[in-house]
């Protein structure tokens, strides 16, 4: 009987378990045998082993993660050998201070991979191209192209690739969506988590090279003396792959750690302070990339607490770093309580000050105006400080679209920044061109993500969330790249390579941002959603501890219409971008539909270019992109034969949430806007089942304490 039944016990559990379940942890670095045996033997012929002449650090890690990666895709040992010596059909990892490709000399991190006498040769001109090398050359043979004969070169566009973590001291994360922190400051710097390693490979897998690692709104903790060791543990494991940290620091931070009496940045002992803190972060680690700061923003102190300006507080701190090799990234996030028009505080206060930045100065600018929306016009900074290098900083974590909970793949929202056109120096002066620097030459350039990364076993809650962190290093590295493309990659490496389902994916996500935009802020609506937490719809929102706090303030509803008047009979903010630009934009009969209420306060009745008028158009996109999460439903069961289990169940059950979730901003918008339209829902869609209140109270439970 014992017998019979431990058999039953073992037939089921080989039933239900036909292979490990997958749990995220190893992102799109899966490394799984190819199943194909024909398939395999392709590869096996061309990457028999992995030699490694050089031996850095950065180098030992490019071979370690080859033979790991090829070793686990190729179904067996994959060595590492010292030299080639006369063995062929392996591959060559080689520094060569002369690289080039196509004629072209390399940057100091982009790569060539070639054939040479049957073996593939990886190099560039610093063992850091060879480790972006070595991913791409895994990336190959994980989406399963040919590696014979491969001739692949690529150079970064933009010099640091930044991850910006909330990260709080105490191990929270602000606006963050997947656990904790992944940093366990109590444990440093004795004991190295595992998964900082981990971390660092898929960093580096995508080109990432720089990592701050706090909050903006930044404890002065981090640069104590007991601190800069724990920082400089973490980055002792991050170097050998590529990257560099840096620290967003609180302004305060010399009266708070070093008892002055005062943060003035033009104070003798101020500076001073700032330079020697300089000087112990570089003994500490000698590559520390340099200081992030938000001053004078959402309450944090900055130099406009003495009668400075944000130049002033930028430079000094440059000046501090002096001779070391850092940079300052001074974020141009700031708005004032008070002003008609939020929109155009950052330019007010930030253009006024080009050509004032020390040469290792770079503002840091949100994608938008506002505040990471679902779409945003692009901000008007870009394009208007010449003198000034300027960060990109998307948010990667989805604060504002739909936390971990909704499916939002952002590739083609990144894009759509990088591509705007500013017009700055005539046609093509791309954001994508300001950033890397060539359309105002500038030597230094920069992007920064938010990261969306936690303590979750899978890093970013949602599964998806993965495919964001991928999207923002591949698009940093090169923004010619199309987020269709990325994602289809990213699918092959991480979910699926069934080329059907790869199809059936890779089309959800790039369907995914623009149903998101649907169901909450369709034709260019913004900041009406949930208060604080950011969660939710709550367009009646009217009163809250600052009026651009407010949905109202941002939607302007009333009797006549719906929509920021922002043209010269408005707050008049589009003035502040280029000619060609207002043109796009100005005119409510010609502005593309998905920035009409950015722009224009437009009347229910007024007919737009779909034939609708504008009350029709709003409730018919609320309620199609409701019904578009069935469709990403669908097409995720479509998929599921191709998929892992317990991962097709993670997301399945996500997209059941975001179904209702889209059908409460579906149901608050239009039931509120209406009772500004009066106006019938249109045909052929039913009116919602419960009442304004009813949803007002549902989404008034998440702002309960
Ligand atoms: C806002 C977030 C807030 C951040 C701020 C920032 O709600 O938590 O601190 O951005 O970027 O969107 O500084």
């Not at 990471?372 to 692009?378: G, I």
Request: include cysteine; glycine fraction near 8%; hydrophobic fraction near 40%.
């Amino acid at each position: 009987m014992l017998l019979r039944n431990v058999f039953l016990l073992l037939l089921c559990l080989v039933a239900v378990s036909p292979s490990r379940a997958d749990d995220g942890y190893r992102l799109w670095l899966k490394y799984d045998r190819i199943a194909n045996a024909a398939e395999r033997q392709g590869y096996v012929r061309v990457a028999q082993f992995v030699a490694s002449p050089g031996n850095t650090p950065v180098l030992r890690a490019a071979s370690a993660e080859l033979t790991r990666g090829l070793g686990g895709l190729l179904g067996q040992a994959v060595p590492a050998v010292p030299s080639a010596g006369s063995r062929t059909g392996g591959i060559v990892l080689r520094v060569d201070a002369q690289a080039s490709a196509a004629g072209q000399p390399l940057k100091a991190e982009g790569y060539r991979i070639f054939s040479e006498k049957n073996n593939l040769v990886i190099t560039g001109r610093t063992d850091r191209a060879v480790l972006y090398g070595a991913f791409a050359l895994l990336r190959q043979v994980q989406t399963r192209q040919p590696l014979a004969g491969l001739n692949l070169s690529s150079n970064p566009r933009i010099d640091f690739r930044m991850l910006n973590h909330w990260d709080n001291q105490n191990g929270t994360v602000e606006r963050g969506y997947a656990g904790s922190s992944i940093w366990k400051w109590y444990e440093l710097p004795e004991r190295l988590d595992p998964r900082y390693t981990d971390y660092a490979r898929a960093n580096a897998s995508i080109g990432i090279n720089g990592v701050v690692i706090n909050n903006v709104n930044a404890s002065a903790r981090y640069l104590s003396a007991e601190y800069i060791g724990k920082v400089a543990a973490l980055a002792g494991v991050l170097r050998p792959y590529g990257q560099r940290v840096y620290l967003s620091v609180f302004w305060a931070a010399p009266k708070v750690l070093g008892g002055l009496a005062t943060a003035d940045p033009l104070d003798p002992q101020v500076k001073q302070w700032w330079a020697a803190k300089s000087d112990e972060l570089y003994k500490a680690i000698p590559d520390f990339g340099g200081f992030l700061v938000k001053a004078n923003s959402e309450g944090e102190p900055g130099p406009q607490d003495y009668g400075r300006n944000h130049a002033d507080g930028a430079n000094m701190l440059a000046q501090a770093l002096g001779r070391h090799d850092g940079v300052v990234m001074w974020r141009a996030f700031v708005y004032k309580a008070g002003s008609d028009d939020r929109f155009k505080q950052a330019y007010e206060e930030f253009q006024p000050l080009d050509g004032k930045f020390d040469p290792k100065v770079l503002v840091q600018v949100k994608n938008g105006p506002i505040d990471f929306m679902a779409r945003e016009p692009f901000h008007p900074l870009f394009g208007a400080m010449p003198k000034t290098p300027l960060v990109l900083e998307v948010q990667l974590t989805q604060e504002y679209l739909g936390f971990a909970t909704h499916l939002v793949y952002l590739g083609p929202l990144i894009k759509e920044v990088l591509e705007s056109d500013t017009y700055a120096k005539g046609p093509g002066s791309t954001v994508a061109r300001v950033v890397d620097g060539s359309v105002d030459h500038h030597a230094l350039s920069a992007i920064a993500g938010v990261s969306n990364i936690g303590s979750d076993r899978n890093w970013t809650g949602h599964p998806v969330g993965q495919a964001n962190w991928y999207a923002f290093g591949r698009l940093a590295w090169d923004h010619e790249l199309s987020p269709a493309a990325i994602a289809r990659e990213w699918t092959r490496m991480t979910l699926t390579t069934e080329p059907a389902a790869v199809r059936t994916i890779a089309d959800m996500l790039g369907q995914s941002r623009s149903i998101y935009v649907r169901y909450t802020m369709p034709l260019g609506l913004h900041h009406i959603m949930g208060e604080s937490i950011h969660y939710g719809p709550q367009p009646w929102l009217a009163k809250a501890g600052r009026p651009d706090w407010t949905a109202v303030y941002y939607h302007k509803a009333d009797s006549i219409g719906l929509g920021f008047d922002r043209t010269a009979t408005g707050s008049n903010a589009l003035a502040l971008y280029k000619p060609e630009v207002q043109k796009q934009w100005g005119d409510a009969r010609t502005c593309p539909l998905n920035y009409l209420l950015w722009f224009h306060h437009v009347p229910w009745t007024q007919k737009l270019s779909t034939g609708r008028t504008l009350w029709n158009e709003l409730a018919t996109r609320y309620y199609t992109g409701a019904d578009s999460v069935l469709w990403l439903q669908k097409q995720w069961l479509a998929a599921r034969p191709a998929l892992d289990p317990a991962l097709y169940a993670d997301v399945a059950a996500r997209l059941q949430t975001q179904r209702k979730e889209a059908l409460w901003w579906r149901d608050a918008c239009v039931l509120y806007f209406q009772t500004f339209a009066r106006q019938p829902i249109p045909a052929p869609f039913a009116p919602p089942t419960r009442s304004l209140a009813d949803i007002k109270q549902l989404v008034q439970l998440y702002q309960l304490k």
